[in-house]
């Protein structure tokens, strides 16, 4: 295997990485290996037997041209700034594709470096498979988002409750650079180290903005655009982050840090599934909220390039942050408005979207299936759709549809049939941990692959779980 690596992060200021090399494992052993993004990504093979993808993919050999080095970075954890950097991970090189895009490709749980604290540098074999499947689950639903690909097993036992199987994986994204970057660079580094990282970043992320006037604005409205995106799209999908710390919120806007995340299936605003969020900081419906928080933290930050005068700097930020509310309430209902078929939003739309949503929570109605009756009502066969007050909206609903031309088209680009259901998720990771077996994640890996397909429909993978186990099921940080 073969990387065009080409490094760039080793030309900032020294403080803002150290270099260190993943520490070797016991017996590597590749587990699963994503042919369709080594392609992408134009990663050459001039040996790719699994021994050596192995060993390349679980640091054992460090692959031509990289140039390893871990990350410094800081971050609010649930509203607490610390002082954090790649505890586990190791960036190996940046992969330049043909076409000139630039990808990271990290090494994740690739052994301690000088930012891991009490940490071992390690990770499960479960959760790294759980993040491959779940990243790329992401991907296929058209959402932004690091990619996997490569999970080898290390051989070696990790520690967590129970001891587990360890493992690498290899994660690909545009950037690993976080608001959290931003943090530890304008609190601990000098003033002109903020300003190189700034021009470093837009050249890499938004080289269209590079001669505007006010960069640091400029970024920061990049920023923000790409945020919401973001997260309007994971409230597309029902995707619960879990822990939008500003050192898992990326510049670039892709998701990443795919620890205690989940997808809702009854519909509540208020659901979380992490077991460390006790306070709901980021239940389902406050994601917005804390992309903002984020975004604040990220404006202070930059408040030394926006203005020398900081009060000045202080208006000038509040002016991009205060567009986000009207910008996420737009493009949230323009989203909600494609889920029921709607291009063309009218007002009355507003009150029959509110209606159906409310009629969902009231109800405990599943959120993806919801949409997917309405698609293909043959495929959702549930007692709680024969109900009188969802077929009294459904007639309206109907009636609306006559003026929308493409109104399935939207919906099916819109609505996932298929979403990673939490408790698919598990009883595949549970067959892998204790059998060894592959076949159910492969298959579940395989069906997630086309999310919107309604060929050869699989209505168990459709299924949502009781809703008893719904309210059980817990998610955990960092494993
Ligand atoms: P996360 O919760 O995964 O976003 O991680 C927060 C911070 O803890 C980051 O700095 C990670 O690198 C670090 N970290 C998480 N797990 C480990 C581990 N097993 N060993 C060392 N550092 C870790
Ligand atoms: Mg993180």
Redesign the pocket.
Known sequence: MQFNFDNTYHTLAPEMFSECKPTPVQSPQLVLFNNALATELDIEFIDNNTKTLAALLSGNIIADGAACLAQAYGGHQFGHFNM??????ILIGEQVTAAGLRFDIQLKGSGITP???R????ATLSAMLREYLISEAMYALNIPTSRSLAVVATGEAVYREQVQQGAVLTRVAASHIRVGTFEYVSRFCAPQTLRDFTNYVVKRHFPEILLDENLAISLLTKVLDKQIDLIVNWMRVGFIHG?M?T??MTISGETI?Y?PCAFINAYNPSTVFSSIDTGGRYAFGNQPTMALWNLTRLAECLLPLIDSDTNMAIKKAETVLNTFQSIFDERYMTMLAQKIGITNVQDSDRQMIATLLNWMFINKTDYTNTFVRLMYPNFISDNVYQQSDFLYWEKAWKERMASEDNWLQTMQQTNPIYIPRNHRVEAALQQVTETGTMSTFNALVNRLSEPYSTTNPDFELMAPPAFSDDACYKTY??T
């Open positions: 954090l950097g790649d505890g586990r991970a930012y891991s604290r940490g071992d540098g390690r822990v710390n050192d898992n840090d620890g940080c960092g």
